[in-house]
């Protein structure tokens, strides 16, 4: 830690307890403090502060960072907050470690999710700048039309936006793959009810370089070719 000190959501991060992002949340609800007095986002944490997370304290860690693929079922949410949501991935996935997702899979789609307790890692990844192909096959609740494929490749308004422009492939009658560049909130499924579809099923089978190659429910460690990729975008 630097001697002026670093910013709450920062410190957080670089001790493996959360992303900055959730940090962000944590300080939202309430939940931190520094040497006992609850702090807001911004706050720094100087040398010899104690940090704490709903009275737990949060110390930096010494042990290897750990970098996992996991193929999420349906009905696990991508939070760590067990308060909230009982059935969460960091329980489900119960590794030693206390890790984290990268990024969300909604509850209801399943496939491959990336967790760490490598907070830069995640903030890299996440940082809307870097345009990680997501690649997902999804079944709808009707015939697919040619106008349906190439509206969902050109962008639909969602979100008060366009999606960015995107490959999206026929693959049956109802089925069909797509490959994001962008994280918007349920993205595909708002995508396809602005058509007037529903999404039946939804799964993820690659983030960039590290494509679903688990069964479901189970996870294994990431490579050192795939954790350099990551980084190197």
């Known amino acids: 830690m630097s001697e002026g000190g670093i910013r709450i959501n920062k410190y957080l991060s670089q ?3 959360c992303s900055r992002r959730e940090a962000d949340k944590l300080l939202e609800q309430g939940r931190v403090t520094i040497n006992g007095e609850f ?3 911004g706050t720094k ?3 010899g502060d104690q940090v704490s997370v709903d009275g737990n304290l ?9 970098y996992l693929a996991v193929n999420k079922p349906k009905g696990v949410v991508c939070t760590t907050n067990s308060k909230v949501e009982k059935n969460n991935i ?4 119960n590794y030693p470690t206390r890790l984290y997702p990268i990024g969300r899979l ?3 789609s399943e496939g ?4 760490t307790n490598d907070g830069e890692i995640v903030n890299h990844i996440l940082r809307a700048r870097h345009y990680h192909d997501k690649e997902y096959l999804v079944t709808v609740n009707k015939q697919i039309t040619d106008e349906f494929i190439t509206k969902m490749r050109n962008g639909v308004p969602i979100l008060d936006t366009i999606s960015r422009k995107c490959e999206v492939e026929k693959l049956g009658d109802r089925s069909f793959k797509i490959v994001l560049t962008q994280g918007l909130n349920r993205q595909i499924r708002r995508m396809c009810e602005a058509l007037d579809y529903r999404v039946r099923t939804l799964k993820r089978t690659r983030i960039k370089n590290i494509n679903l190659d688990l069964e479901k429910g189970k996870y294994r460690h990431l490579t050192k070719d795939e954790v350099k990729d990551l980084y190197q975008s």
Not at 90 to 93: I, L, W
């Open 90 to 93: 960091v329980d489900f996935v």
């Open 15 to 17: 001790a493996g307890f």
């Open 45 to 47: 944490v100087n040398p």
């Open 106 to 108: 909604d509850k209801m």
């Open 112 to 115: 491959l999710i990336l967790m």
């Open 58 to 66: 949060v110390e930096f860690e010494t042990e290897e960072k750990v």
């Open 39 to 41: 702090v807001e986002m």
